[in-house]
């Protein structure tokens, strides 16, 4: 039996795997690079907020702390897209009543540490990875205030230090273990729409807000105290980029012309535009997530892929979940369980991050498509008339616990026919039809 615990990192991840971990009755102790975020007062709207989804709440749901996330998180049960008239859209994103749900990730992350703590974690801060012996579960951390350094050894060593992360930078060195990052033509920056009069919501807080513009976008998902954060994901360079905003005049040129509804909203763009910084995104690719049975990955740290799904929080809360199971499935053998782990997880953390890249053509291209809004109308009747022959894709990956690599599997199929059905002559005036069912029937 493994009793040490050291996790890397107490982010979202690493503070869901603590709380698994000390349920199995290990004791966990947290290392975390930063400063402790709960010294700090969080606002909602200054910090990113994130899609929550079934396969997060599943996984919190397992060890019992969904009721505490769901009192920190709105519902949103559509997307409202608007367009450069200023003119709005709906689609929901599932049937009545399914919603994903907006949270702060600072929020989140603050509530998840104190129930790891208050499960038994002990958690330390400013001590930073820089070394790790992985086969022998022993981590050297440097204390970011001190400059001190110490090694703690322990039964097991679990890397969930993010995209950037130190255990996997050992794997990889150490292990040859195959790694890739591959940049994103795009960057993003956060800008926030605050609150109106008594901390009402400016736009409609229950949907997740997308001004699609082709090859860009911005998006807004509601806050707490009224705010909405938004986040504009544009080029690095050529048209409609960030490289050329850079004086007031072009960023208030840039926002009136492409997102004029959104500009009256935001009193100080320009001020926020100079001091929010411009982040890069990218996607990481890693294998295998082990070694032996004393150092494992897990989270970004193992597979951070890009945010248009909203599915990199929501697959690293499944490694937690998936990970205890296999734990229970070879009854704490190790080396069984991670070998598996490794072998299972990859596949679908390749499969997230494909959805999330085909996923960002269609946010910012096309749900501006009437062609496209249409085709996921025939889908969701199709899937309504005959829900055992067909799940819409958005429903396998938002609403489901359907493996990833099976969801896009099965995506992948139902795309190709529905390219078939949407060549139909008259399609727009026929959707409805016997005619189309059935057709659709006998491709499935
Ligand atoms: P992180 O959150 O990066 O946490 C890693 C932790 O390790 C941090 O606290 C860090 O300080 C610490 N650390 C790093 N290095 C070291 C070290 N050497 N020593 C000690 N500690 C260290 N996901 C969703 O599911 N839904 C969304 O809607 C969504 N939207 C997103 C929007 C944007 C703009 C971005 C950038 C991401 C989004 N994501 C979303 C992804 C999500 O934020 C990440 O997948 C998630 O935060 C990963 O959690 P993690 O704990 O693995 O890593």
Redesign the pocket.
Known sequence: MKNEITI?????????CAIYMTKRGHRVTI????KDLRSEIITAGKS??????ER?WTALKKVGIDQQVMKIAIPMYKRIMHDMGGNLSEQPYGNQGQA?Y?VS?AQL?VLMMEIAEKNGATLHFN????DANLEEAVAT?ENTKIATKQEISADLLIG????????REQMVKKYQHEYEYNEIGHD?K?LLIPAGENGTHLLDKNALHIWPRGNFMLIA?ANLDGSFTC?LFAPKKGKNSFEGLNSKQEVKNYFTTIFPDFVCLVPNLYQQWSTNPT?N?GIVKTFPWHVKDASII?????H????F?????????EDCRILDKLLDKHEDNFEKCFHEYSKVRKPNSDGVQDLSMQNFVVMRDKTADPKFLLQKKIEKKFANLYPEKWTPLYTMVSFTNISYADAWKIGMKQEKMMQSIMSTPNIEEIWESNEIMQKMCCLV
């Open positions: 890397v990192g107490a982010g979202l991840v690493g503070s869901l290392f975390e690079r930063r990113i907020n994130l899609a929550l989804s997060g994903i907006s990730r992350n001590e930073k990875c820089v951390f969930a230090d993010g995209s950037l992360s130190a255990v993003y956060e998902l986040t982040s995104l897990i989270g970004d740290a193992a951070a892929t890009v945010p799904y909203g599915q990199g929080m929501n697959a690293g809360f």
